[in-house]
Structures are given as C-alpha cells and as structure tokens.
C-alpha cells in the first residue's frame, strides 16, 4: 500500500471514530477533545514543515485554525465572566500566532502555540469533575 493511500485510510478511520467519540461526548470532553485535536494538527504541521511539504502544512495550519474558532464558539462570556474574555484574548492571539508561522514556515511559533494550548488543556483537565 503507497503511503498516501495508508494515510488516507487512517484519517478515514480517525474520522469515524472522532464522530462517535463526540456524539457520547459531554461538553467538557468536546473541549478536551478540541485541545487535543489542536495539538495534534500543529504537530502534523511542524513535520510538514521539515518535510517541506508545504501544502500538508498548510491544511493541518488551516484545521487548527478552525479548531481554535470552535474552541472561542465554546466559550460564554456571560457564564465565564473575565475567564472566558481572557481566553477568547489567548485564542485570537494564538490565530494571529498561527497565520504568521504558515507565512514564515516558522517551528518555533508553533512550538510556542502548542505550549500555550497544553497550559489550557492542563487548566481545563484540572477541572473537578463535579464542576464539568
């Protein structure tokens, strides 16, 4: 099997699955999920990159994207009070850090965005349970 045609049956894989595990998701797990997701894709960028397949970065840059935009969907300013402006804040800057990283096919940036989303995540996986 060529390594696109593998690769191509992976994400069909990884597609059904995310599906079903989001359809018995509660809220606090999509969110776990988003984050996860997010750090994944930058990954996959960082290695396209390296790879100089610029148009993989491309595509895995533009998926995080759209991550970070469900994760700002997700938040409630009214609920979440100065929490959720400041992280609507951190996500507008983590796009803006993003855009600039595919111009400049630049690792670092997205190593620091990675680090920034892994601090959420560490917050957002501390949450007690009583209060998901």
Do not use: C
Not at 62 to 79: F, T
Not at 95 to 124: G, H, K, P, Y
Request: charged fraction near 25%; charge should be negative.
């Amino acid at each position: 099997m060529r390594p696109t045609m593998y690769r191509n049956n992976v994400n069909k894989y990884a597609t059904i699955h995310n599906e079903s595990a989001a359809d018995e998701a509660t809220p606090h797990k999509l969110i776990q999920m988003l984050m996860g997701g997010f750090l994944m894709r930058v990954n996959t960028a960082k290695g396209a990159i390296s790879r100089k397949d610029y148009e993989e970065k491309s595509i895995q840059i533009s998926k995080a994207v759209g991550i970070v935009g469900g994760l700002i969907d997700g938040l409630d300013a009214e609920k979440g009070g100065e929490i959720a402006v400041n992280l609507r804040r951190l996500y507008d800057y983590i796009n803006a850090r993003l855009f600039q990283a595919t111009a400049e096919n630049n690792i670092e940036i997205l190593d620091e965005v990675s680090d920034l989303m892994r601090e959420v995540q560490a917050a957002w996986n501390a949450i007690p349970e009583a209060y998901q």
